[in-house]
């Protein structure tokens, strides 16, 4: 297929969702383009011819396409004509801006060299300097380098160089067999365990043609609500310390713990790992169903009592509103996803729009539209989801009180194919795409994580904030660096 077929099925609605790579340039490179329609996802090849390492860059009319393109010249060596910045992203490289050798090539380097180079500038001027910012900041913080450049106060341009983090995951899948490689998922991104096994599973489950019993489909849910309540109260923390709001740091901390021990309790381990399996799940949750329901609601009195108080707090709303925005028509040409493209008016939402497990079983309350696109918005939306999480962990264990017996799994047979598995994850959409040699076993794995996709844009919600603003920025996006660069 060629690009401008793809541009059509944009044009009809479909949302550019990854762009993956396989092969080398020597046999030829294949990028596997993924397509998200409102009822479910495309794969769109387009093979270079062997020896081809240039084509013409899709960045210039997919503007999301931006890093994709980046991170396909770092792992494979091919050229994106017309890209407007092939710079380093997930592999530092020597001088000359090589690509090392990478999974693309004909071997894989065993070591690769920190790239201490000072990130060339884009802003120019009399007065404008760039501040380096990472990868090591104190506090606990993900090793990612963010390069302002600044002439003091505004910020007109944020680089960010996140390679720090590259683990070489899409190797590590390759030779396994599905119920080893959905151990690797859940360490893709720690935060979103959940979100990355189901995503994983999805996938596996789709080539084999498995149907998830509902009791399993149900825990799923159970378990990815949990993950989401959590990873948005991590959110609010993150604000609260950045507006040195102490009390608010601690509360939010506090019920943050309350839910990862909830989850512990459940299933013996504080980030869901372990309970998600090919074809269902592992376990029985550990907990009761009368437990279970009695700590869900004082969690959620409790969790929505102080998120009301911190909404109400003036000084605290006056450092969200109008910082970090996005506007509407931005959002929904980069096809945004979870919480921050939900901030600026994309509704999309896989739980949803593409849904899976138990969410078809489950009913939802009217959704508000929310553009505005700033750091208010994004917090809005978070404690519209825990609301609505709450809501949905009621309906999970009610229905689950009917099925406390029922099979936890269907055997799952390796099957040779290619398919794609989603999950919506608490920063967004987490994509699998995958694919199975004669054995059954991992030929390719390629997941593509929210946080890799928003984090591309991160650098344009800086419009007349200043340098104080960017603690709060950077925690309204709410990503994993982990789940960026793997």
């Avoid at 489950?205 to 609500?225: C, N």
Wanted: hydrophobic share 45%; proline share 7%.
């Amino acid at each position: 297929m060629s690009r401008e077929e793809i541009l059509g099925r944009m044009a009809a609605g479909a949302r550019f969702a990854a762009l993956a790579g396989d092969g080398d340039v020597t046999e030829g490179v294949r990028m596997h383009v993924v397509l998200a329609r409102p009822d479910g996802i495309d794969v769109v090849d387009l093979q270079l011819p062997p020896g081809v390492d240039r084509y013409p860059a899709l960045t210039p009319r997919i503007p999301a396409a931006f890093w994709y393109e980046r991170k396909l010249h770092d792992l494979f060596g091919v050229v994106a004509q017309g890209h407007p910045r092939l710079d380093p992203l997930v592999l530092p490289h020597p001088d000359g801006n090589e690509p090392l050798p990478s999974p693309g090539a004909a071997f894989h380097p065993t070591h690769v060299e920190p790239d201490e180079r000072a990130l060339r500038s884009h802003v120019m001027g009399t007065g404008l300097f760039s501040l380096p910012h990472g990868p090591v900041r104190s506090g606990v913080f993900e090793a990612v380098e963010y390069v302002v450049e600044t002439p003091g106060e505004d910020i007109p341009h944020v680089n960010v160089r996140p390679h720090f983090k590259h683990r070489g995951l899409e190797v590590r899948f390759e030779g396994m067999t599905p119920g080893r490689g959905v151990l690797l998922a859940e360490r893709v991104e720690g935060i979103a365990s959940v979100a990355h096994a189901l995503a994983f599973c999805h996938a596996v489950e789709e080539l084999a043609g498995a149907q998830v019993p509902l009791a399993a489909q149900l825990l799923r849910s159970l378990h990815a609500e949990l993950e989401r309540i959590a990873n948005h109260l991590d959110v609010a923390m993150k604000l609260a310390e950045a507006a040195g709001l102490a009390v608010a740091l601690a509360r939010f901390g506090w019920h943050k713990e309350r839910v990862l021990r909830l989850v512990s309790a459940l299933c013996g381990n504080r980030f869901g790992r372990g309970v998600v399996v090919p074809g269902g799940v592992r376990a029985l949750p550990l907990l009761g169903r009368d437990e279970l329901k009695a700590r869900v609601d004082t969690l959620r009195r409790d969790i929505s009592g102080d998120a009301a108080a911190l909404m109400q707090t003036a000084s605290f709303l006056d450092r969200l509103r109008g910082t970090g925005p996005l506007d509407e028509d931005f959002t929904l040409q980069h096809g945004l996803l979870g919480p921050v493209g939900r901030a600026g008016g994309h509704e999309d939402d896989a739980r949803w729009h593409r849904p899976y497990d138990a969410y078809p079983k489950l009913s939802r309350r009217p959704v508000t539209h929310r553009s505005d696109g700033d750091a208010m918005a994004r917090l809005r939306v978070r404690w519209d989801e825990v609301t609505e999480s709450f809501d949905l962990l009621a309906q999970i264990v009610e229905l689950f009180g009917d099925h406390p017996d029922e099979v936890l799994s269907t055997r799952v047979e390796p099957v040779t194919g290619r398919a794609v598995g989603w999950a919506e994850a608490p920063q967004g959409e987490v994509l699998y795409l995958l694919e199975a040699g004669t054995d059954g076993r991992l030929r390719r794995c390629a997941p593509r994580s929210a946080s890799f996709h928003n984090l591309a844009v991160f650098s344009s919600a800086f419009r007349g904030d200043i340098l104080t603003d960017f603690p709060f920025v950077e925690a309204s996006f709410g990503l994993s660096i982990a789940g960026v660069v793997m």
